[in-house]
């Protein structure tokens, strides 16, 4: 039988619990999972691109019954689904925020290529309002992120941001 690959990409930066639900979920449905960690400069990331990769790894560490291999990627993202032999796109769905991108961004991929379809997932509703960006502006003003993030995760924020206490 062949392998039902998936591709589930993001910027990561950094990995949230809200991904981390969106990864557990989605590696029910597929046999592998291709996590996509992309470079996206234009976000200027408080983690770099290895950092990213080396968190998302450790976080997925303990994730069993699926194949998940992270991976950097900064081409066309149907591109790189081909490369890595996924048929399915996983994203996740934040209530109406994500809607508009998603759907015009899943809508071109049709085109692009109409063999790899694009499965939205909902989080758990307790971490849908989890947003890497907020959760760094957040820890930036010293707030408590430890509902957002592990506690490697948070560990990691507070050092890039020079924190000392804990
Ligand atoms: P991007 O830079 O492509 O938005 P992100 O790393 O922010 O990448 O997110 C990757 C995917 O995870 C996107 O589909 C995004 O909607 C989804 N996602 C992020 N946070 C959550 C969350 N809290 N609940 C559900 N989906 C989420």
Redesign the pocket.
């Known amino acids: 039988m062949t392998q039902r690959i998936g591709l589930y990409?993001?910027?990561?930066d950094p990995v949230?619990l809200?991904?981390m639900?969106?990864i557990r979920r989605g590696a029910k449905l597929v046999d592998k999972l291709v996590i996509g960690v992309?470079t996206?400069p234009s976000?200027s990331p408080m983690f770099s691109l290895d950092e990213r990769l080396a968190m998302v790894t450790r976080e997925c560490a303990s994730i069993e019954g699926t194949v998940i291999d992270v991976r950097a990627f900064d081409s066309l993202l149907i591109h790189f689904a081909r490369s890595v032999g996924a048929t399915i796109i996983l994203?996740?769905?934040?209530a109406v925020a994500?809607f508009e991108y998603?759907y015009q961004m899943a809508g071109m991929n049709q085109y692009l290529d109409a063999g790899i379809e694009t499965v939205f997932l909902m989080?758990d509703v307790a971490?849908?309002?989890?947003?890497?960006r907020l959760v760094k502006e957040i820890a930036g003003l010293d707030g408590d992120i430890s509902k957002f993030v592990s506690p490697s995760v948070r560990a990691d924020m507070l050092a890039r941001i020079g924190r000392k206490r804990d």
Do not use: V, W, Y
């Open positions: 990409p993001g910027t990561f949230t809200g991904h639900d969106i992309t996206n976000k994203r996740g769905l934040r994500d998603e989080a971490l849908q309002p989890i947003a890497s």
